[in-house]
């Protein structure tokens, strides 16, 4: 935002005679009353041009976030000349403030034109990469960077700069929102921010230097003496001017409360002589008995008078631990400690350490045995101690000597069939095909005996008789019309021409499309072929090993192609949408019942607040599981998905793909049975192998993003999954399900997802806005892919 000089409180405030430059006081005044109502968390500078102007970062609630396209129009974020017929005010104040340049090839010596090598040959560019390209609508990428609607719409503006006139059209609007540009009619950009950049940007307005300017004295009578040069600050009549009003020059929203941290003995501690043990011991005691983490104790009370008070009214404040270097490392364990302990009321208490398997506490002789024994930092015996718990394959850092230590336990399956010997081989061959699986080969662990793709080949054997037989039995279970699809795949599969062929299957959720396909890859298989099956998601994958199908039940009857939908009044929810779909099965204990249910919203925060509803829900103690975080000098993001507390029979989610041939893809729900320290031990709610106990560890979870590191986080790759987002319910069906459209669904194809993965209106809970009557919901529809002439 840039100070407009031709404001009405400066204009009107001129002596005769005078200009805006002539009165820097003014200027200022002016502009520090106008920041402070639009200013939250803010750095500001003083231009040397003569025109003060802020940057401004704001920092929203979840459920206010620009994520998509959708939520920068909500957000009123335009690059767009506006109608003048409708607008002539929004006109005008956009061709006056909003428009950028002209530069580039219009006018090669604007301020803004920097120098560049491209391709070996200096070219000149504009430095903020105007003129933008045509945009006919607004699209946020994967990186979270927004691409403004800027449509040829014929829209331009004229501008005049020195005595030339220019038409400049969409591409040379700056990101504005009109509501702001009315009410401080000055250049005020407005943008999404993508990255964590943004927050650089400022400091470094907080931070920089002041603008230097060098002085040369000369001898008028010598000219030929030695000059003297003094490198001095030069200020601009503005920034002397704000200087002397003492505005600051940069603010904030929250202030930061610095806590100590301190081993045992070594705080300094001030109190009354006068007092007594115990009142000094109260007033410890006051504190820390309160079930608070040691970093949220200044939002709830106030250090006044030399103790601790409760605050009495919301105050924006921050709690931050002073850093501590790794070197230190009592006092960085001890740090790390009260990040993830609530309620600490000793060291002793902080070294105690609840165990798990034996429902009994463990003192540890340091703080940084608790952490580990906590599971906040890692060490190699953590892979050790999983495989103890169970025989399940991960990615350790001594592979080989893992091996060693694991092979007979590994090879048990297989012992009972063959040799020892045998055996061994058996196992380490699977284990290989398993790495395959998971993107990995024997190739990335060198320590490890490598195996040629012939032993591979060798193993990957089926049942042939069996998988023949089940293909017979499904293509028994198929309508007509499926029958003739598999009828012609596999004629043609058993008279090949030489020609490729490509079939496109299509059908309505729930119409059996998997289960022809499913039919397909047994009977291939039972003609000794070889059949790859490939999905776009995880979850998807899991479902083609499924034999168990009811093709008689109908599906849902939705017109997937029209803008708004009316949905039957039975099926929206009188009530809290939580309880309604878990009330009953949690109260009867029905686990069982409760896996074919689930919540779906369009939005992940919506996501994240039902599922914590249904967790607290659950009886039982929470287990508090940290992540181990390390960050590397690489571009990455921050991962977003994480597991943080967690109960028994709580639905959780796979958000990797393990396994995918034992079911274990992206995408797969499972019931918690058991939780450890290093395992999680669930139950598989869906596919071939529903019922089946598996057994997840630890893993390593990397990203890729914007950040100035490459963040790796050491976690159990599960989320909680009583609701999901309706991009992760494709493809799943269920026997009840809630659907919380309070917020509207943003892309094609969206509301039909989520209604479908219910076979009847009955099984469906809607939760909409209470003002909502008309029970409309907006149906996202592109209407391209529908054209059946295309």
Same mark, same amino acid.
């Given at each position: ?138 699209? +946020? ?84 003496? *030695? ?38 003995? !070594? ?165 290989? &095909? ?206 977003? !998905?994480?597991?943080?507390?967690? &109960? ?47 057994? *997840? ?60 993965? +219910? ?32």
């Amino acid at each position: 935002m840039t100070c407009n000089p031709q404001w009405e409180e400066i204009v009107e405030n001129l002596y005769k005679g005078q200009v805006p430059v002539d009165r820097p006081d003014l200027v200022d005044i002016v502009f520090y009353l106008k920041v402070k109502a639009l200013m939250n968390e803010i750095a500001k500078r003083t231009q040397g041009r003569g025109l003060p102007h802020i940057h401004l970062l704001l920092t929203l609630f979840d459920i206010d976030k620009v994520v998509n396209a959708e939520d920068v129009e909500k957000r009123g974020i335009s690059a767009r000349i506006p109608d003048k017929d409708k607008d002539i005010e929004l006109y005008d104040l956009v061709k006056k403030f909003m428009i950028h340049g002209p530069c580039g090839d219009l006018d090669p010596n604007c301020p803004c034109m920097e120098e560049k090598i491209v391709n070996g040959k200096k070219i000149r560019k504009c430095s903020k990469g105007y003129p933008k390209l045509f945009q006919e609508e607004t699209l +946020v990428l994967e990186n979270g960077l927004a691409l403004y609607s800027r449509p040829r719409d014929g829209r331009i503006v004229e501008v005049f700069v020195f005595g030339k006139r220019f038409e400049l059209d969409n591409r040379w609007v700056v990101p504005h929102n009109p509501y702001l540009l009315k009410m401080f009619r000055c250049h005020i950009n407005v943008e999404k921010v993508n990255s964590v950049t943004s927050v650089k940007y400022l400091h470094k307005y907080v931070h920089k230097l002041p603008d230097r300017a060098t002085m040369n004295y000369e001898e008028k009578n010598d000219y030929d003496e *030695i000059k003297e040069y003094i490198d001095a600050r030069y200020i601009c009549p503005q920034e002397a001017v704000w200087r002397i009003l003492e505005y600051p020059t940069y603010d904030r929203s929250h202030s930061i409360t610095t806590l100590p941290v301190h081993l045992d003995g !070594e705080h300094v501690c001030y109190f009354d002589e006068n007092m007594n043990e115990d009142e000094i011991r109260e007033k410890i005691r006051m504190i820390l008995t309160r079930n608070l983490f040691y970093h949220e104790i200044p939002e709830k009370f106030v250090f006044r008078k030399g103790k601790w008070n409760e605050r009495k009214t919301h105050f924006n404040t921050i709690g931050r631990m002073v850093k501590i270097s790794p070197a230190e490392t009592e006092r960085y364990h001890l740090r790390l400690l009260l990040l993830n302990v609530r309620g600490a009321i000793s060291y002793e208490d902080l070294r105690t350490v609840k165990n798990i398997d034996l429902d009994n506490r463990i003192r540890c002789a340091t703080f940084a045995e608790a952490c580990l024994a906590r599971g906040l930092i890692r060490d190699d015996e953590e892979w050790k101690k999983a495989l103890e718990e169970a025989n399940i394959h991960c990615n350790p850092a001594k592979p080989d000597e893992l091996w060693a230590l694991f092979k007979d336990a590994l090879s048990e399956d297989f012992a009972k069939k063959f040799s020892i010997e045998l055996a061994h081989r058996k196992a380490y061959i699977d284990i290989a &095909k398993r790495m395959l699986q998971a993107g990995k080969s024997l190739a990335d662990f060198p320590a490890l005996e490598q195996i040629d793709d012939l032993d591979l080949d060798l193993e990957e054997q089926f049942n042939l008789a069996e998988e023949l037989d089940i293909g017979r039995r499904s293509y028994e279970l198929l309508n007509d019309e499926q029958k003739e699809i598999v009828d012609e795949i596999m004629n043609r599969i058993s008279n090949p021409d030489g020609k490729m062929a490509f079939y496109f299957l299509s059908g309505p959720g729930g119409s059996g499309k998997t289960f022809v396909i499913s039919t397909l890859v047994h009977l291939i298989r039972g003609m000794k072929k070889k059949v790859s099956t490939m999905a776009f998601t995880g979850i998807a994958a899991t479902l083609f090993t499924r034999r168990n199908w009811n093709l008689e039940n109908m599906i849902l009857d939705i017109k997937y192609d029209k803008d708004e939908m009316i949905l039957p009044i039975d099926c929206i929810s009188k009530g809290d949408l939580v309880e309604e779909i878990f009330g009953y099965a949690i109260a009867d204990s029905n686990w069982n019942q409760m896996a074919n249910m689930a919540i779906v919203a369009p939005k992940n925060v919506d996501v994240k607040d039902l599922n914590s509803k249904v967790l607290n829900m659950l009886p039982g103690n929470e287990i508090l599981y940290k992540s181990i975080d390390k960050a590397e000098n690489e571009e990455k993001q921050v991962l977003d !998905e994480y597991l943080d507390e967690l &109960k028994k029979n709580a639905i959780v989610m796979l958000i990797r793909n393990m396994n995918i041939e034992n079911g274990l893809c992206n995408g797969t729900r499972m019931l918690v049975e058991e939780m450890r320290p290093n395992m999680i031990v669930c139950r598989l709610l869906s596919g071939d192998r529903a019922g089946q106990l598996v057994y *997840i560890p630890r893993i390593t979870l990397c990203c890729d993003g914007e950040y100035p590191f490459d963040l790796h986080r050491h976690q159990f790759p599960l989320v909680l999954a009583f609701a999901m987002t309706v991009n992760k319910a494709q493809g799943q069906t269920l026997e009840k399900l809630g659907i919380d459209l309070t917020k509207d669904v943003f892309s094609h194809g969206q509301l039909y997802v989520a209604l479908s993965r +219910v076979r009847t209106w009955k099984a469906l809970s809607i939760r909409l806005l209470e003002t909502n009557n008309e029970r409309k919901v907006m149906n996202v529809v592109y209407k391209e892919i529908l054209d059946k002439d295309d």
